[in-house]
């Protein structure tokens, strides 16, 4: 029987203080916890089993930061590239385009993968989180 959040605080691993598990423990947890997921979720839950609460939401903040930055970029270069060839210059304000559209959804999505982190590394559990 699956446990669901708010069913009292899950039992420890025996042998290791709750959030200092193995990574292995953690990603075997989370993956009992979610049931069936994509292959996308389960590379994030690999991913966030290997970090600290705050490493994965500094992760998080980095891929925003670096996708706001690269549309930011790629926006600047189709301008210069209009100088030299329209089409080059449509095609990266295309690429452009897309890359703000990748930030907007991971920004839309920052609040959930904040809380899979939580989960995954075992700092969900009734702990304090920062805001």
């Known amino acids: 029987m699956a446990r669901h959040r708010g069913q009292g ?7 290791f203080r709750p959030g200092k598990e193995p990574p292995q423990l953690r990603k075997q947890r989370a993956k009992q916890q979610f049931g069936q997921v994509s292959a996308t979720q ?5 991913m966030f089993a ?3 609460p705050a ?8 891929w925003t930061l670096g996708l706001l930055v690269g549309t930011l970029v790629l926006a600047v270069l189709g301008g210069v ?3 030299w060839s329209l089409i080059a210059g449509v095609i990266v304000h295309v690429l452009a385009a897309v890359v703000l559209f990748f930030w907007w959804r991971l920004h839309r ?10 989960t995954v590394s075992g700092a969900g559990k009734g702990g304090s989180r920062k805001r």
């Open 81 to 83: 590239l209009y100088v």
């Open 50 to 52: 290997e970090r600290t």
């Open 55 to 62: 490493e994965s939401r500094a992760l998080i903040r980095s």
């Open 42 to 46: 389960e590379r994030l839950i690999e």
């Open 9 to 15: 605080p899950q039992q420890p691993v025996k042998g």
């Open 109 to 118: 999505q920052r609040e959930a993968f904040a809380a899979m982190a939580d």
